[in-house]
């Protein structure tokens, strides 16, 4: 039978602006476009899913806006369960600021808005909500008592735990890093948290290796760009590559990878498996504009797979 997926964090409205460079500090410059997108990392990794699988639901908090409103509709069209979601009276809908140039490189300010009241008390409050579902995905745009403790009631219930280490803070607690079964950073996180280079795949290798061996990961899957997603276990690493195309967006490429990766852990599939339908996920969403606009169909990944 098919898992259950939970996704606990983030839902902004992004504001993406398109310029040809990114600007200088004390610089002025013109934008080309402006758009609205819903976004957030956990939204992005709870739509992904949706839009790849189903039995996804998703767990997090929203003001009473207008764009909280758009941002759970959102979801709701891809087949996610937005149920659980908690409306913060009087709190803004988080909000992220994404500047796009055209390599389709990206920078993002993120002010956390509702984001910010899902503390450890409106997880406890979903505790069973935890306990119906099979893989629990989280990030860190939501308190990390918050992350805390849904780490710790996910595996009290037997729960596989995800941890998408973004944005990445200067250190994680050993407690939690032990509980976590798939750490997905990306080299830059992978870097910042293990204070190794990843400049190179070896590098990455190393890196995670040292996470796996002196704070107890379960598994590091840290996503590498254009070389697709390495892999690296107490039993050994390797990289799977993904297909080379032209980058038009970056944003939520992440997000996307781990939406294909969890579908494919629910479905029964192998690890390998589950990986390259990330991969292939991925793929397809570079070469589209904004967050959850550029996810694609199930149909479309499994034509390109």
Same mark, same amino acid.
């Given at each position: 039978?098919?898992?259950?997926?939970? +996704?606990? @964090?983030?839902?902004?409205? %992004?504001?993406?602006?398109?310029?040809?460079?990114? !600007?200088?500090? @004390?610089?002025?410059?013109?934008?080309?476009?402006?758009?609205?997108?819903?976004?957030?990392?956990?939204?992005?990794?709870?739509?992904?899913?949706?839009?790849?699988?189903?039995?996804?639901?998703?767990?997090?908090? =929203?003001?009473?806006?207008?764009? @909280?409103?758009?941002?759970?509709?959102?979801?709701?069209?891809?087949? $996610?369960? +937005?149920?659980?979601?908690?409306?913060?009276?009087?709190?803004?809908?988080?909000?992220?600021?994404?500047?796009?140039?055209?390599?389709?490189?990206?920078? &993002?300010?993120?002010?956390?808005?509702?984001?910010?009241?899902?503390?450890?008390?409106?997880?406890?409050?979903?505790?069973? #909500? &935890?306990?119906?579902?099979?893989?629990? +995905?989280? /990030?860190?745009? =939501?308190?990390?008592?918050?992350?805390?403790?849904?780490?710790?009631?996910?595996?009290?219930? *037997?729960?596989?735990?995800?941890?998408? !280490?973004?944005?990445?803070?200067?250190?994680? !607690?050993?407690?939690?890093?032990?509980?976590?079964?798939?750490?997905? !950073?990306?080299?830059?996180?992978?870097?910042?948290?293990?204070?190794?280079?990843?400049?190179?795949?070896?590098?990455?290798?190393?890196?995670?290796?040292?996470? =796996?061996?002196?704070? *107890?990961?379960?598994?590091?899957?840290?996503?590498?760009?254009?070389?697709?997603?390495?892999?690296?276990?107490?039993?050994?690493? /390797?990289? &799977?590559?993904?297909?080379? +195309? /032209?980058?038009?967006?970056?944003?939520?490429?992440? %997000?996307?990878?781990?939406?294909?990766?969890?579908?494919?852990?629910?479905?029964?599939?192998?690890?390998?498996?589950? =990986?390259?339908?990330?991969?292939?996920?991925?793929?397809?969403?570079?070469?589209?504009?904004?967050?959850?606009?550029?996810?694609?169909?199930?149909?479309? $990944?499994?034509?390109? #797979?």
């Amino acid at each position: 039978m098919e898992q259950r997926i939970l +996704v606990i @964090g983030s839902l902004n409205m %992004d504001m993406v602006v398109n310029v040809e460079q990114m !600007p200088l500090r @004390g610089e002025t410059i013109m934008g080309k476009s402006l758009a609205y997108v819903p976004g957030g990392k956990g939204a992005n990794q709870a739509c992904a899913a949706g839009k790849l699988g189903k039995n996804v639901a998703m767990l997090g908090c =929203i003001g009473d806006d207008a764009n @909280g409103s758009i941002l759970r509709d959102s979801l709701s069209a891809a087949g $996610v369960d +937005v149920s659980p979601l908690v409306v913060c009276p009087g709190v803004p809908t988080g909000l992220a600021v994404i500047t796009v140039d055209s390599t389709g490189g990206n920078s &993002i300010i993120v002010i956390a808005g509702a984001n910010g009241q899902c503390g450890p008390e409106v997880i406890r409050a979903h505790e069973q #909500l &935890i306990a119906d579902h099979d893989i629990i +995905v989280l /990030q860190l745009e =939501i308190p990390m008592e918050a992350v805390m403790e849904a780490v710790r009631l996910a595996k009290a219930h *037997g729960k596989t735990v995800v941890l998408n !280490p973004a944005p990445a803070p200067d250190s994680l !607690p050993d407690e939690l890093l032990r509980s976590v079964d798939y750490f997905t !950073p990306n080299e830059t996180e992978l870097a910042k948290l293990s204070g190794m280079s990843t400049d190179t795949v070896e590098q990455a290798e190393e890196a995670a290796g040292m996470l =796996i061996r002196e704070k *107890g990961v379960g598994a590091v899957l840290a996503t590498m760009g254009s070389a697709g997603a390495l892999l690296v276990t107490k039993e050994g690493a /390797q990289l &799977i590559p993904t297909k080379k +195309v /032209q980058a038009v967006d970056t944003t939520a490429a992440g %997000d996307t990878f781990h939406g294909g990766f969890v579908t494919g852990l629910a479905e029964g599939r192998s690890l390998m498996d589950a =990986i390259r339908m990330g991969n292939t996920a991925a793929t397809i969403s570079v070469t589209r504009k904004g967050a959850q606009t550029s996810i694609p169909t199930r149909e479309e $990944v499994d034509a390109l #797979l």
